[in-house]
């Protein structure tokens, strides 16, 4: 018999998106012809940029010319185009310099960040933050890093760290050494951003430990202060002690299209049972090489496009629609009585729930009454109970009647 992957039992039953899928579906089918408006699952809503249309047609052209075909992709998966204007686009405005060979293209930062953990051993001790990105600590079940989930959601062996409205939602390091610890600034769920002050103590406390940071920054897009750190590597010391993913399915609406990157860099070193340090650049290329075989050139080069003159002016554009919906949704909600978070450098708001209500209660109240799908805090970690997240990924005209709803919803009560 094929023994199975028991770790996969351990999963907690019942994922978050498929039972809002059933909850909604039910109250469709109940009620004909309600219009419901979607502010739930977190993915993009306007269409491409037409530069980037025009580039992936273009590449597709090319796929088509004996001089312009293309087959298996380069190494680290990134053709030599896409980059360099990575590197100049998103690091050297910013003053970082980051290595070609130290870029590696994929399919996506889910994968990504649900991939790096299998270049660590089993007994790494990892942490996240609570609420968090599922996919942290699901792909760190699924590789045995963790017990039994618990009855209060926690899983044994897991660092939770507590994103509370007392720490901002961006929680300090752990007293403790930890070995992994996945960070994810502006943040899904909460919206909030790290500081720079709160980076740099992250760096140290890992530099101290030996732990490596992994950083997502797939919504690096939507910070619009300048001062905020985009990037860890605008930290100094970074290099030694952190990765970095980031993503162009936020900040120009490739979730159905498909590209991201990972930076490791040469500094960033694991060890060996023994204590041999080991850079974390070549296990990842060993790994990449041997399971994934790149990003199609068409979808490479619309990448590359989101970085010409016109593509930063459309995706920019993007970008300013969604936060401005964002504002309309908080200022209206905020100006309702609403307790909010997030939503200035995010497309995320974090609402507490009225009256004391937990998640879900709150989740079905605005369905029944305000026709609106929003997402349960508390199935992104306990510590989640008690908000719901509203994300901005709509068009304008819904989430200003997504207001109006949701004030009625309450205000009835
Ligand atoms: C949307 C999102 C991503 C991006 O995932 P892709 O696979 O690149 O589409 C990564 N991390 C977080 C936290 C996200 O919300």
């Given at each position: 018999?094929?023994?199975?992957n028991?770790?996969?039992?351990k999963?907690?039953a019942?994922?978050?998106?498929p039972?809002?899928?059933r909850?909604?579906?039910?109250?469709a089918a109940?009620?004909?012809?309600?219009?419901i408006i979607?502010?739930?699952?977190?993915?993009?809503t306007?269409?491409l940029?037409?530069?980037?249309?025009e580039?992936?047609?273009?590449?597709?052209d090319e796929?088509?010319?004996?001089?312009g075909?293309?087959?298996y992709?380069p190494?680290?998966?990134g053709y030599?185009?896409?980059?360099e204007?990575v590197?100049?686009?998103?690091?050297?405005t910013?003053g970082?310099?980051?290595a070609?060979?130290?870029?590696?293209?994929s399919?996506?930062?889910?994968q990504?960040?649900g991939?790096?953990?299998e270049?660590?051993?089993?007994?790494?001790?990892?942490?996240v933050?609570?609420?968090v990105?599922?996919?942290?600590?699901?792909t760190n079940v699924m590789?045995?890093?963790?017990?039994?989930?618990r009855?209060?959601?926690?899983?044994?062996g897991i660092?939770y760290?507590p994103?509370t409205e007392e720490?901002?939602?961006?929680?300090?390091?752990?007293d403790?050494?930890?070995?992994?610890?996945y960070?994810?600034?502006?943040?899904?769920?909460?919206g909030?951003?790290?500081?720079?002050?709160?980076?740099e103590?992250?760096?140290?406390?890992?530099?101290?430990?030996g732990?490596?940071?992994v950083?997502?920054?797939?919504?690096d897009?939507f910070?619009?202060?300048?001062d905020?750190?985009?990037?860890?590597?605008?930290i100094d010391?970074a290099?030694?002690?952190?990765v970095e993913?980031?993503s162009?399915s936020?900040r120009?609406?490739?979730?159905?299209?498909?590209?991201a990157y990972t930076v490791?860099p040469?500094?960033a070193?694991?060890?060996?049972?023994s204590?041999?340090?080991?850079?974390l650049n070549?296990?990842?290329a060993?790994?990449?090489?041997?399971k994934?075989?790149s990003?199609?050139?068409?979808?490479q080069?619309?990448?590359a496009a989101?970085?010409s003159?016109?593509?930063?002016k459309?995706t920019?554009?993007?970008?300013a629609?969604?936060?401005e919906?964002?504002?309309?949704?908080?200022e209206g909600l905020?100006?309702a009585?609403f307790?909010?978070?997030?939503?200035?450098h995010?497309?995320?708001i974090?609402m507490?729930?009225p009256?004391?209500?937990?998640s879900?209660d709150?989740?079905?109240?605005?369905?029944?009454?305000?026709?609106?799908?929003?997402?349960?805090?508390?199935?992104?970690?306990?510590?989640?109970?008690?908000?719901?997240?509203?994300?901005?990924?709509?068009?304008?005209?819904?989430?200003e009647r997504?207001?109006?709803?949701?004030?009625?919803?309450?205000?009835a009560?």
């Amino acid at each position: 018999m094929a023994r199975i992957n028991e770790n996969y039992q351990k999963l907690q039953a019942g994922y978050l998106f498929p039972e809002i899928g059933r909850r909604v579906a039910a109250f469709a089918a109940a009620h004909a012809g309600a219009e419901i408006i979607r502010l739930g699952i977190g993915d993009v809503t306007l269409p491409l940029a037409p530069a980037v249309v025009e580039a992936l047609r273009a590449a597709a052209d090319e796929m088509g010319t004996e001089e312009g075909f293309r087959g298996y992709g380069p190494e680290r998966g990134g053709y030599g185009f896409l980059v360099e204007a990575v590197r100049e686009h998103d690091y050297r405005t910013r003053g970082v310099e980051v290595a070609d060979d130290e870029l590696f293209f994929s399919d996506g930062s889910k994968q990504d960040s649900g991939n790096f953990q299998e270049i660590f051993d089993a007994s790494c001790r990892i942490a996240v933050t609570d609420p968090v990105y599922p996919v942290y600590v699901d792909t760190n079940v699924m590789a045995g890093r963790t017990g039994e989930a618990r009855d209060d959601g926690y899983y044994d062996g897991i660092v939770y760290l507590p994103a509370t409205e007392e720490n901002g939602f961006t929680p300090d390091p752990p007293d403790r050494a930890v070995d992994l610890v996945y960070l994810c600034s502006p943040n899904n769920p909460t919206g909030a951003v790290a500081s720079r002050e709160n980076l740099e103590r992250w760096v140290a406390w890992a530099r101290e430990c030996g732990a490596v940071i992994v950083f997502d920054a797939a919504y690096d897009a939507f910070i619009s202060d300048p001062d905020l750190p985009r990037s860890i590597f605008e930290i100094d010391g970074a290099r030694e002690c952190a990765v970095e993913m980031r993503s162009f399915s936020k900040r120009a609406g490739f979730t159905g299209v498909r590209c991201a990157y990972t930076v490791v860099p040469h500094e960033a070193c694991g060890t060996t049972a023994s204590g041999e340090r080991v850079p974390l650049n070549g296990l990842w290329a060993r790994r990449q090489a041997t399971k994934f075989n790149s990003v199609p050139y068409p979808i490479q080069r619309a990448a590359a496009a989101v970085f010409s003159a016109d593509g930063r002016k459309q995706t920019h554009e993007q970008v300013a629609y969604y936060l401005e919906n964002a504002r309309v949704l908080r200022e209206g909600l905020g100006a309702a009585g609403f307790t909010l978070f997030g939503g200035v450098h995010a497309p995320y708001i974090w609402m507490r729930t009225p009256e004391g209500m937990g998640s879900w209660d709150c989740f079905d109240r605005l369905l029944e009454r305000a026709h609106v799908v929003a997402t349960p805090g508390a199935g992104f970690g306990p510590a989640g109970e008690g908000y719901i997240r509203i994300s901005a990924f709509n068009s304008r005209q819904k989430v200003e009647r997504a207001v109006e709803l949701i004030r009625e919803a309450f205000a009835a009560s």
